[in-house]
């Protein structure tokens, strides 16, 4: 599915997303075919940042 998300940065971008349920899934970026995590948080998609410690 493609869809529209916030990425980290505070931007908008287009993503293609795998099939699946829940709020959470994973996918790739349009324009830079970057994998990433989004969630669904009720009124528009938000990237899923990985913390590093």
Known sequence: ?????R???GSESTAYLDDG????????DKYTDEPLTVRWDGSKW???????T
Not at 21 to 28: Q, V
Not at 46 to 52: A, F, G, N, P, S
């Open 7 to 9: 990425t980290e940065s």
């Open 1 to 5: 599915m493609k869809v529209r998300y």
């Open 46 to 52: 938000v990237e899923v940042v990985e913390e590093t």
């Open 21 to 28: 349920d829940g709020s959470t899934r994973t996918g790739t």
